[in-house]
């Protein structure tokens, strides 16, 4: 029973970068989301998905790129990295097509960026 | 203003008592909430949903009151188990949900 699946768990890059954090979720679940988790800003939301195909911005998405190829899979992408990306990183999903059902999330990543 | 506000705590109480978090939301038109708790280092977990008219789960009360816009979370006879950051968890509009800063709780022996 996996549920949220995210890779890596930790990852240094340097500045300019790019990489991929992997999400996958096998419940069929509609909704995937992206989070960033810094000191004393809270869950913030970078980008989300409410189904395959379709996409939309969250509070925080300078930087980041997503795509929703598959309902299974919704990876992150980070086009050059920078220090303030510097975060540790959740990604969240829910039965329902929209925000009002319970988020599972994956154990998240954790990201420096030198 | 925050669209999502909570006091970071942390909030200090021995075993065994009662402590309540509250949470202010900016957006009236705000449908759905949510408490989620984080234990350090551990991805976020819904604690429990929020309902109009209140609800409780065990040792947990929520209660949502719109006129001033907050939510709050009851804790009673609370246990060293109990320690963790409680985020209130708030829907703006359809399909993003956006998280507060959460409130930090430590029970004690």
């Known amino acids: 029973n996996a549920g949220v699946t995210q890779t890596p768990k930790f990852q240094v890059l340097k500045t300019g970068q790019s990489m991929t954090l992997q999400c996958a979720q096998d419940m069929n679940h509609e909704y995937m989301s992206w989070y960033r988790q810094d000191p004393g800003m809270g869950l913030r939301l970078i980008h989300y998905?409410?189904?395959?195909?379709?996409?939309d911005q969250g509070e925080v998405p300078n930087g980041y790129n997503v795509s929703r190829s598959t309902t299974e899979d919704f990876p992150l992408r980070l086009l050059s990295a920078a220090p303030s990306q510097t975060s540790v990183y959740f990604c969240?999903?829910?039965?329902?097509?929209?925000?009002?059902?319970?988020?599972?999330f994956g154990s998240g990543t954790q990201l420096s960026v030198l | 203003r925050k669209e999502v506000e909570q006091d970071p705590g942390p909030f200090n109480v021995p075993e065994g008592a009662t402590v309540a978090f509250n949470c202010t939301y900016s957006n009236s038109a705000s449908q759905s909430f949510f408490w989620y708790r984080q234990d350090c280092r551990k991805e976020p977990k819904l604690l429990m949903s929020v309902y109009s008219s209140g609800n409780e789960d065990g040792r947990f009360t929520a209660q949502l009151n719109r006129a001033s816009q907050y939510i709050s979370l009851l804790i009673r006879d609370s246990k060293l188990s109990d320690s963790a950051t409680y985020l209130c968890v708030v829907n703006l509009v359809t399909d993003k949900l956006i998280f507060g800063t959460g409130t930090r709780l430590q029970v004690f022996p």
């Open positions: 998905s409410v189904g395959a195909g379709i996409t």
């Open positions: 969240a999903s829910s039965y329902g097509g929209d925000s009002n059902e319970k988020l599972f």
